[in-house]
């Protein structure tokens, strides 16, 4: 048993306040690898369940973070050994199950993966969920055809936290990339990931027409909602969208114009529940050939006592690029 710091979310009187607590791990839920959590990576859905938002966290009081590395204190099993480098995103994690923004973790043995070989808990965490997913898109647009000889490929919310990254790994492989972004001022960091164009919210402003010029020969979406209905107007012939957010809303009004007239395809991206082996592809490409080097040296690390405002800034849409939770800061 230890004791250790978390940032830990209370309901009182509806509101929903968060703040710094002294927890004991004996507390923690049971699970097979009690992990020392050095860092954290702060998501979107972190800020929905600091918000009391129940369709992700429905019990409090509670302690958030979808994504934690760290070392590993105490293993039932021989797939990890004490000391080990690890990392934990997705499942429950975070969501009911007590996450990342605490120094401590018990989880299941198949939540865990293995830190990718150079890189240290920080690193795992300037990628995180964001950095996953934004591969997961790219992956499945590779295998669905998608190459730089076809067109441009756009990339909605691309200053976010998973756009950003998305950006990075196109321009990498090739491609020519057009960036969606509401943040003027987020245009040169755009411009050094790679984005060739850079374009406002408002080229997906709604049009009532089924069907508009096809500009994009792919695409990564991670807005979701009425942004996403317009992009599918626009996409080439045989052109594929990997869409993976719903900042933008939940629901998807569209036609069948985009799928039986222009045979595009609309490709669902699951970063949660998704194999392990699928995840260790993923993390592999990241820390090898898909690697980053921009966003790892743009990434801005803050403490516990920053998390409020920070996740304040994700609910306003006015956050931008990877931040990472130190708990050493």
Not at 93 to 99: A, K, R, V, Y
Not at 263 to 286: A, F, M, R
Not at 290 to 318: H, P, R, Y
Request: net charge negative; glycine share 12%; proline share 5%.
């Amino acid at each position: 048993m230890a004791t250790y710091n978390a940032w830990r979310v209370h309901e009182k009187d509806g509101e929903y306040v968060g703040n710094i607590e002294t927890l004991d791990t004996a507390d923690l839920p049971d699970g097979d690898v009690l992990i020392h959590v050095t860092h954290s990576s702060l998501n979107y859905k972190d800020a929905l369940s600091a918000s009391g938002n129940k369709g992700v966290t429905r019990e409090f009081p509670h302690t958030p973070g979808i994504d934690a590395a760290g070392e590993v204190i105490e293993s039932s099993t021989d797939q990890y050994t004490v000391g080990q480098q690890v990392l934990v995103t997705g499942y429950d994690l975070g969501m009911n199950t007590p996450g990342g923004f605490g120094e401590y973790i018990r989880v299941p043995a198949g939540w865990v993966v293995a830190v990718p070989k150079g890189w240290d808990a920080h690193k795992a965490m300037v990628y995180g969920t964001a950095g996953l997913t934004a591969g997961l898109c790219v992956n499945k647009l590779l295998k669905a055809g998608a190459n730089p000889e076809q067109g441009p490929v756009v990339v909605t919310g691309a200053s976010g936290s998973v756009g950003s990254v998305a950006v990075e790994i196109l321009s990498g492989l090739g491609f020519e990339v057009t960036a969606v972004s509401g943040k003027p001022d987020q245009a040169e960091y755009l411009s050094q990931l790679g984005a060739k164009d850079i374009v406002g919210r408002d080229s997906l402003a709604p049009e009532k027409k089924p069907l508009l010029k096809p500009q994009f020969a792919n695409a990564v979406d991670t807005v979701g909602g009425g942004p996403l209905a317009e992009l599918l107007k626009q996409i080439k012939p045989g052109g594929s969208v990997a869409c993976c957010g719903l900042a933008a809303g939940m629901q998807l009004e569209t036609t069948m114009a985009p799928f039986i007239l222009r045979g595009v395809n609309l490709l669902g991206i699951d970063s949660v529940e998704i194999p392990l082996p699928e995840k260790h592809e993923i993390w592999s490409k990241l820390a090898q050939d898909w690697k980053c080097t921009v966003t790892e040296n743009s990434a801005k690390s803050i403490g516990k006592e920053d998390l409020n405002d920070a996740l304040q800034a994700f609910l306003k849409g006015a956050s931008a690029g990877k931040i990472v939770l130190d708990h050493s800061v």
